[in-house]
């Protein structure tokens, strides 16, 4: 067994899993894993991993908490916003937190999104709950770090590019006479998209160096991508013709399924901090269309990124290249073919419960 094991909340999640792929490759690290089903898919799958130990249960009960991280070196936290709401997440956030340090972690990292109501200036238009909820958070627990022994480090991801050809996302496309179709309001804005495979070494190197990412807010990235420019990538590589069009921030909420729903699925519709899903997202799509060129709101050092993880995907060509290897190598149809049949699946965890999770 491992001298350092890690205590893992959200791994079954589309960031979770690669993560702790990362931690367990090489017998360093061992995992307990916080899950509501140890026999799922996706727990199934963790379990092959090797060493991992599991504890049926939530991160909305301090007792599962206090059983998760007893007697573990590092704990990596990700709480599902869009479970359980920017609200409820903020105070669960910190009693995991405070909960790490009562019970003796020595090392913890804070999966996290930009605060991006603050680097917009508070600008109203930016506010989008479920990155604003845990930016906050991150910059909480920078300013508590040091008050006790515990180390910490946030790990700041964003939209993974796996979102660009998976179902059930914002950003799934669509084909419309016979051209893979992305219709997003996005403008000339761009995405730094996060590559979910990449994760693994940014969250292992992380944990690797606490004597340098104490204190750290890693904020990583493949690229500001333009959707023009991940159309012609998608082109280049499939060899199938594909296009951006954008898309009026109205015209795409009526076309998007759940537009007036809780963004949080078990948040309490009626409590006047809930955001809606149109509420949220339009923050979110405001984001990304003032980033463009790393320019804007949201921005990367990508220098930075180079250095710590060399061998990363650097472009939206890259990615699909990798993309359509992987397919071929499970014996899965082209990307192309998957997204014109409508066969895609989801990446996202709550895509693949079908929003039925609870806390």
């Known amino acids: ?23 367990v ?65 903020t105070y669960w956030t910190i009693r995991a937190y405070e909960l790490a340090i009562e019970t003796g972690i020595s090392f913890f990292v804070f999966g ?53 050809v998976s179902s ?5 496309p669509r084909v419309k006479d016979g051209v893979v179709t992305w219709r997003i309001p996005l403008g000339d804005g761009a995405v730094p998209h996060v590559s979910l495979a990449d994760c693994g070494h940014y969250v292992r190197w992380l944990f690797d160096h606490p004597e ?6 890693l904020e990583v990235g493949i690229d500001h991508i333009s959707y023009a420019d991940l159309a012609a990538a998608f082109q280049k590589v499939t060899g199938k013709p594909a296009q951006y069009i954008n898309t009026p921030m109205p015209v795409f909420f009526e076309h998007f399924t759940m537009s007036d729903e809780p963004a949080g699925y078990n948040a309490d519709p009626e409590d006047p901090a809930t955001m809606s899903v149109r509420q949220n997202f339009t923050g979110f799509w405001n984001m990304w269309t003032h980033s463009g060129g790393n320019k804007g709101v949201i921005k990367r050092d990508y220098a930075l990124l180079d250095k710590i993880h060399p061998n990363r995907i650097r472009t939206a ?25 409508n066969s895609l699946t989801p990446v996202l965890k709550m895509g693949e419960d079908n929003r039925e999770g609870k806390l």
């Open 25 to 89: 490759k090489d017998g360093v690290y061992s995992l307990r894993v916080l899950t509501r089903d140890a026999k799922s898919r996706r727990a199934r799958q963790l379990a092959d991993l090797g060493d991992v130990e599991f504890i049926e249960g939530t991160f909305a009960n301090e007792a599962d908490l206090r059983k998760g991280f007893s007697g573990c070196w590092g704990a990596f936290v990700n709480i599902d916003g869009f479970n359980c709401g920017e609200k409820t997440e």
């Open 168 to 172: 059930r996302t914002v950003m799934t």
């Open 1 to 23: 067994m491992s001298s350092r094991r890690i205590f893992v909340i959200g791994a079954t999640g589309a960031q979770g899993m690669p993560v702790c792929r990362g931690l």
């Open 112 to 164: 996290n999104l930009d605060y991006v109501y603050k680097k917009s200036g508070y600008d109203p238009k930016f506010r989008c709950g479920h990155y604003d909820g845990k930016g906050r958070m991150a910059e909480w627990m920078l300013c508590q770090n040091g008050s006790s022994d515990m180390g910490v480090s946030i790990f700041t991801t964003g939209p993974y590019i796996e979102m660009a």
């Open 212 to 217: 340098t990412s104490n204190g750290m807010n």
């Open 317 to 341: 060509e890259e990615f699909f290249r990798r993309e359509e290897e992987r397919r071929r190598s499970l014996g899965l149809e082209p990307i192309f073919e998957a997204i014109q049949t």
